[in-house]
């Protein structure tokens, strides 16, 4: 019996040696280099969007600028997290320089256990991205905005707050403009078309950049047997596009 307990302690010391050198340590990729927050990057990007309204002469009316977003300085938010401002200036005239701009402030924050995260636009909180990334993985990313409605009536299915996020491509190469980025992941933030709103938004960002591209359409129309294609049936909302043309 005692040889058989040798023996069995032989052959267990063995295989923990061979288990244990056979063992390579395993990363987790979160994917946290889409969103990059470094003091000082800076993201300019052209703006362009049209306008669907009856105040408008003709019902349509378009208004194009670029946007420069500088991340600042950093602070501690209200739940003891470090984050970062979003310093946002906005021209329709390329010869105003940037430094005579008054900016906006947003600003965005991780997670604390660095799963997700956050972006304040003005009063409104998005959760931008979940980590670790991976294909078709969804989430609420309009979650913190409290559902409201417009003139006592409540909010048509397609311009529900309750959007869901999904990531449609991930690591895929793309262009935008004269960019072509090796690494980008797409995020499909909503899309739906219920004959009287049309609702479209989507995202794309490139590693070590962040965001590229941005495209969100929310119109609406008081005649549903329109048999115009959207956009060409809209009577309010609007459709922007921003694409990247300059990074540092």
């Known amino acids: 019996m005692k040889k058989i307990y040798a023996l069995m302690a032989v052959v267990l010391g063995m295989c923990?040696?061979?288990?244990?050198?056979?063992i390579e340590p395993y990363t987790i990729e979160y994917g946290h280099e889409y969103f990059p927050i470094n003091?000082?990057?800076?993201?300019?990007?052209?703006?362009?969007?049209?306008?669907?309204?009856?105040?408008?002469?003709?019902?349509?009316?378009?208004?194009s600028g670029q946007l420069r977003e500088?991340?600042?300085?950093?602070?501690?938010?209200?739940?003891?997290r470090t984050a970062t401002t979003v310093e946002r200036y906005w021209r329709t005239d390329e010869t105003v320089a940037w430094e005579d701009i008054?900016?906006?402030?947003?600003?965005?924050?991780?997670?604390?256990?660095?799963?997700?995260?956050?972006?304040?636009?003005?009063?409104?909180?998005?959760?931008?991205?979940?980590?670790?990334?991976?294909?078709?993985k969804s989430w609420r990313g309009n979650s913190f905005i409290f559902l409201f409605?417009?003139?006592?009536?409540?909010?048509?299915?397609?311009?529900?707050?309750?959007?869901?996020?999904?990531y449609t491509g991930v690591d895929q190469q793309a262009?935008?403009?004269?960019?072509?980025?090796?690494?980008?992941?797409?995020?499909l933030q909503q899309d739906c078309d219920d004959d009287i709103d049309r609702t479209f938004s989507t995202e794309l960002y490139a590693k070590n950049i962040g965001l590229v591209q941005k495209e969100q359409w929310v119109l609406n129309t008081g005649n549903s047997a329109d048999p115009a294609p959207w956009p060409d049936r809209a009577e309010r909302g609007y459709i922007v596009r921003m694409d990247l043309i300059d990074y540092d």
């Not at 003091?39 to 208004?63: A, R």
């Not at 262009?175 to 995020?187: A, L, R």
């Open 39 to 63: 003091i000082g990057k800076s993201l300019t990007y052209q703006v362009d969007s049209t306008i669907y309204s009856s105040f408008i002469e003709g019902g349509v009316g378009m208004v």
């Open 102 to 136: 008054i900016p906006t402030i947003w600003y965005t924050t991780m997670s604390v256990d660095s799963t997700s995260v956050e972006r304040m636009e003005g009063q409104n909180r998005f959760i931008k991205m979940v980590f670790p990334i991976s294909a078709n």
């Open 70 to 80: 500088v991340y600042g300085n950093t602070f501690v938010d209200a739940e003891g």
């Open 175 to 187: 262009t935008v403009g004269n960019f072509t980025f090796d690494e980008t992941v797409s995020i």
């Open 16 to 22: 923990m040696m061979t288990c244990t050198n056979s």
């Open 149 to 166: 409605d417009y003139d006592g009536f409540a909010l048509p299915s397609c311009n529900s707050l309750e959007w869901l996020y999904t």
